[in-house]
């Protein structure tokens, strides 16, 4: 005790002799006292800030039609249909491709539809959607497509985009976006963000079915089955009677779940995937589909296809699938009141596929395409790959795989003796 | 990381043979100096422990080498900097101003601090001044520093969050946040 004493004693004399003597070592610590904005630290947030650009709906309405062709800057969905590729540019528009020659693509036109992620075509007439309104576009001479109508408000989910809405007389076009630095410090506030909110959440392409109908990919989210256009979006599964290629009506709209993702036509039954499952509903009724079986699975993003007996389910991570999952579920869908998995592989990151025959096509994110042999369905064979492209969905169709990557749109050649060698590329500008 | 650690192992032990270089090779006012602290740093975001080695060449008054150590005010990072030193003339006490300058890296890249998405740390500005007193020792090459100073850490962190959306390419947003860290620095060190 008396020893603690005494070094503290000696501990303070020592330092009072240190600032008698020696004041300027303070020096330092008084200004920083003194000017207390010395040791405020500093947390700034630079981001960008989006104002939308509106135009008329009339002005919008009469540009709808085959402008000059344009780069392809953010490839979206895709549809194949006759000698033509329709390729969405996600949020702006549909770029027309002439693929009479595979090996040579020519981009011959760009239908200017802003808010645009979704398109299907059936004879002269193609549907995309124009945020929330169902667009109706003639294509009887694709090179000279016409707008044609409007339906409002088929996809209301879509009306808000940015945080911004448009009114009733404006379509918003485009944006302008600018940098800012906000000073945040210990509050993440940022009242006057515009963040680039869900502008590619709402609805999809198209699919097969009887009649002349074009071929969508696995990611669609529009279905044409002979005379009915069938379309998800979060929450709902709509039909269109289209017998009247240029006037759809709307004939019923089903709940089917939470966060549907796409739609896959196979016979007379639709596929839908789901964040957290598969829906199976029979269009025998072609007015008023009607649910048969689900199979769940873990929550995760799940483009699927169909044939007769097996629907091939893609599950991945990341984004807003919310799971470490990545896999190829086969559901056995003999039953289809009763699916059950009967295999499944793992896989990297993989998004759409598509099937043609035996041969089993999977855009498996960063490692690229992958063509399986899958004859049996419970012993897929890796057949080939093609690695340095991050796809996204393909189509495969008479020999003619395309897909679409992140750096553009890639046509192969595939056989079953195993060849998938590369055609063509359309590349992304950005 | 590991880069980070095998270049602070690299300076700490460059210390010996930069010593034994410069004693045999350059004149006898030019010498090997190493300053070696440890010590606090108060902020606004709390008090933090520091740790630092410089090491360099004396001439006369003047001290000049480089430093590195470890800061862990806010998020950990590696300084690594050009010191200056000079003793003041004209006083009666053994007193030196110094002023660091050079670049801070953060000690894990991949930390989030702020954000809860992905974010990657980019190093940038640091430096440091203020005066030390020398004291228990009579030579003027060695003794204790009590190191009083003013010092600032600047750290980028750039996140990229990829928005909600089912057709794949989603938006990116991408936001860049910059923490400028002014802190009070008191720093205890032995010098030889």
Redesign the interface.
């Given at each position: 005790m008396i020893y603690a004493t005494v070094t503290v004693y000696r501990l303070s004399a020592f330092l009072k002799a240190?600032m008698k003597?020696?004041l300027?070592?303070?020096?330092?610590?008084l200004?920083?006292f003194i000017l207390t904005g010395?040791?405020?630290?500093?947390?700034?947030?630079?981001?960008?800030i989006l104002s939308p650009v509106y135009k008329a709906k009339a002005e919008v309405y009469a540009n709808i039609k085959s402008n000059a062709p344009a780069t392809i800057a953010?490839?979206?969905?895709l549809f194949v249909y006759g000698n033509y590729i329709f390729l969405n540019e996600?949020d702006k528009g549909v770029h027309i491709i002439d693929n009479t020659d595979p090996v040579n693509p020519r981009i011959k036109a760009f239908i200017n539809i802003p808010g645009n992620?979704?398109i299907a075509v059936k004879g002269n007439t193609l549907y995309a959607d124009l945020y929330s309104d169902l667009i109706v576009v003639d294509i009887s001479n694709p090179l000279q497509a016409r707008y044609v109508r409007h339906i409002n408000d088929v996809f209301p989910e879509r009306r808000y985009t940015n945080g911004f809405i448009a009114d009733s007389n404006r379509i918003i076009v485009g944006w302008v976006k600018k940098d800012t630095?906000v000073d945040i410090n210990n509050n993440?506030i940022c009242p006057s963000c515009s963040?680039?909110?869900?502008?590619?959440?709402g609805t999809?392409v198209g699919s097969a079915g009887g009649g002349p109908v074009g071929v969508a990919g696995s990611?669609a989210?529009f279905s044409i089955v002979n005379s009915y256009m069938y379309t998800v979006n979060e929450r709902d599964l709509t039909s269109f009677d289209i017998s009247s290629a240029e006037n759809p009506v709307k004939t019923s709209t089903r709940s089917v779940g939470w966060n549907i993702?796409?739609i896959y036509p196979f016979g007379n039954k639709l596929f839908i995937g789901s964040n957290t499952g598969m829906f199976i509903y029979d269009i025998s009724a072609p007015a008023s589909p009607v649910a048969q079986g689900q199979f769940s699975h873990v929550r995760a993003?799940d483009p699927v296809i169909a044939d007769a007996n097996y629907a091939y389910v893609t599950l991945r991570s990341?984004?807003?699938c919310n799971t470490v999952t990545n896999e190829l579920h086969v559901v056995n869908v003999t039953n289809v009141f009763s699916p059950t998995l009967a295999k499944s592989y793992a896989m990297t990151n993989p998004?759409g596929l598509t099937k043609d025959n035996n041969l089993l096509f999977i855009c498996d994110g960063k490692d690229g395409l992958k063509m399986y042999d899958a004859s049996d369905p419970m012993n897929i064979v890796l057949k080939k790959q093609s690695a340095g492209m991050e796809t996204?969905d393909a189509i495969a169709l008479n020999g003619n795989l395309l897909v679409v990557a992140?750096d553009g749109l890639y046509q192969f050649a595939y056989s079953t003796a195993g060849n998938l060698d590369l055609k063509s590329k359309i590349s992304v500008t950005r | 990381m590991r880069r980070n650690l095998i270049a602070l192992a690299l300076v700490l032990l460059s210390v010996p043979y930069l010593s034994g270089a410069q004693q045999k090779t350059v004149n006898k006012k030019l010498q090997f100096s190493s300053r070696n602290y440890a010590g606090i740093l108060e902020g606004e975001a709390g008090t933090s422990f520091q740790i630092q080695t410089i090491n360099g060449l004396r001439y006369k008054t003047w001290f000049a080498g480089i430093g590195t150590g470890l800061d862990y005010y806010y998020e950990r990072s590696i300084p690594l900097f050009l010191s200056v030193s000079k003793s003041l003339p004209g006083t009666r006490v053994p007193l030196y101003v110094n002023g660091d300058i050079g670049i801070n890296f953060p000690w894990n890249k991949d930390n989030v601090y702020y954000v809860w998405y992905p974010g990657t740390w980019s190093p940038s500005l640091y430096w440091s001044g203020g005066l030390a007193y020398k004291f228990g020792s009579k030579r003027s090459s060695q003794g204790f520093l009590l190191n009083i100073g003013y010092s600032y850490k600047h750290l980028i962190q750039e996140t990229q969050m990829e928005y909600p959306c089912f057709n794949p390419p989603c938006p990116v947003e991408k936001e860049r946040y910059d923490y400028r860290l002014k802190r009070l620095s008191v720093k205890l060190g032995w010098m030889f």
């Open positions: 240190i003597k020696y300027l070592l303070l020096v330092p610590m200004c920083c010395c040791l405020k630290d500093k947390l700034t947030k630079t981001y960008a953010a490839p979206g969905k996600v992620l979704d630095t993440f963040f680039m909110w869900v502008t590619s959440g999809g990611m989210r993702e796409t993003c990341g984004n807003m998004h996204y992140k | -």
